[in-house]
């Protein structure tokens, strides 16, 4: 049951629009998926389609006595099959403290799935733009780190942060990987400015490259992916390959 977790220290970067996608491709292929959610901000588990609403969140099976099993708090996602969400919920932010204080924080992703009574195929994490309580927990257990970086003057902005914190954080093994997102073939000399700075990087970067595409950005606006709203536009083919992409380096059949 590998996971795949999209994280960067960088906000607007692309993060949660990348890992809906691939968590809806995945089960699109017949993968049974569970997306964490572990970004406050829930964006993630509304874009699969939950409300908001009371109800129990993934940091609730968390911590030295966990509010919920994990079983409590997963629901099937209304919006495909083999799709599953452990929530987010705005109270996160505040829990994150009390995480903090915990010495097993770091296993809480391990710990909290031995409260699930079935084993998904691939796990797909979504982290807020930090490197609090839930971002290092991802670091430590993904076994593939993907770095959304943006097309433009700062792309690499924020991966050495990701890549010292993931090299102190991770267990043994573990990719980190970097995926141009936002990219625009025309910007030629911003892209061969961005092109020498990644291989001058010491992450990998996928060969998939999602292009800006305001079918995507429509998508997101109305918390839906693009797959259902414009399944022609650019971009989602180059998604579709981002999560084939993945599911190969995780090791997923
Ligand atoms: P993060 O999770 O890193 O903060 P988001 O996934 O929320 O970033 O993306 C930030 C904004 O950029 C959102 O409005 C999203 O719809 C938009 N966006 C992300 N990727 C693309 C893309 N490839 N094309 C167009 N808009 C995008
Ligand atoms: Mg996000």
Redesign the pocket.
Known sequence: MPMIA?S?I??????????VHVASALADSGHRVLLMDL?PQA?ASMVLGLEPAEAPCVADTFGPRPRHKLDDVVVASPKRPNLFIARAQPRMAAMERELFQWGHRLQAIPRALKTLSWTPDVIIA?TP?NLGAYTEAVLHFADVVVA?VPTGAFALQGLGEIETAWRDTREEGGQLVAVV???DRRTTATNDAMDAALKESTVPVLRAR?????A??Q???GYEVVFDTSPSAP?VEELRELAKELARRAGLR
């Open positions: 999209f960067t960088k906000g607007g970067v692309g993060k949660t629009t990348l890992c970004d964006h979504d733009p959304p997102n936002l990219w999602i292009p800006r595409s305001e995507i950005n998508a997101g606006l971009g």
